[in-house]
């Protein structure tokens, strides 16, 4: 927002209050009112202001409180910003940064901590980053933001806490790009959002048992880098993919797709998948806990996979 004038920010209580998870504070100060909007309680206006000002050659970046709020702007995402830019045969485009979080962990209950980046995976036209790291988050960010499509990007609230040395430079990190967080021979885990971090938990537990296990982030789920992801699990010959969200129709469910059908030849062991149980994220703080995966889960995991080659 320094550097370029086309770029502004708007959402609920982001502008004085800094937003719910306090992560603009302070840009009200150093910008202003312009381009720190506080909006109505409305994400479908808000989404459609936002996808407006796209097409009229502005680069805003809008604020869903809670991503379980994406419902109430579905018909602008998924018929409005995704579909513009094909149905002008590319006369128009839609440089639209939809910015939200979500996620267990300090019981907020079923209707604020859901994940549901897997539905906006299944629309064309729609770029889906999720980003675990604060350097991957503002190197994504950047991306996002000067993508001429219409980016939805995750954050998960338990790793606001996060801190990464920085340097003063932002670094742009190329969307469709995956990060390997940790090199290893037997097992591939492949994990997004809070469970990057369960899983590198986990690979450290396995180590421990004599199982070499490597850790890889996609970050951007669509477009996805299915050559990484596909490279690693031929080198291991297994693999275990790992989110917070249900397993049923979860964004594990592609990339086993994916791995199965590009990689067959290679595993020694069918694909394993991590993810919530099938219900919603209760609101009792023992209850949330055990509905949601841990790195628990991701070592027992390995552990099967492995074991099912008899290792």
Known sequence: MRRDDDVFIMGEDIAEMGGSMAVTQGMLAEFGPER???TPISEMAIVGAGI???MQGMRPVVEIMYEDFTTLAMEQIVNQAAKHRYMSG???KVPLTIRTQG???WSPGAQHAQQVEAWFVHVPGLKVVFASTPSDVRGLLWSSIYDDNTVLFFEHRVLYGLKEEMPDEIEPIPLGKARIHREGEDVTVVATGRLVHEALKAAAAAEQEGVSVEVVDPRTL????EETIVASVKKTSRCVVAHEAVTRMGFGAEVA???QHQAFDWLDAPVERVGSK?????????M???VVPHDSDVLDAIRRTVGRNGR
């Not at 099938?278 to 023992?286: E, H, L, Y």
């Open 36 to 38: 720190v909007r506080n």
């Open 52 to 54: 407006g000002a796209a």
């Open 90 to 92: 590319g006369q128009l």
């Open 103 to 105: 996620g267990a962990g």
């Open 222 to 225: 669509q477009p996805l880098d």
């Open 257 to 259: 797709a994916v791995v």
């Open 278 to 286: 099938f219900a919603p994220i209760p609101f009792a703080p023992v």
């Open 288 to 290: 949330e806990q055990f």
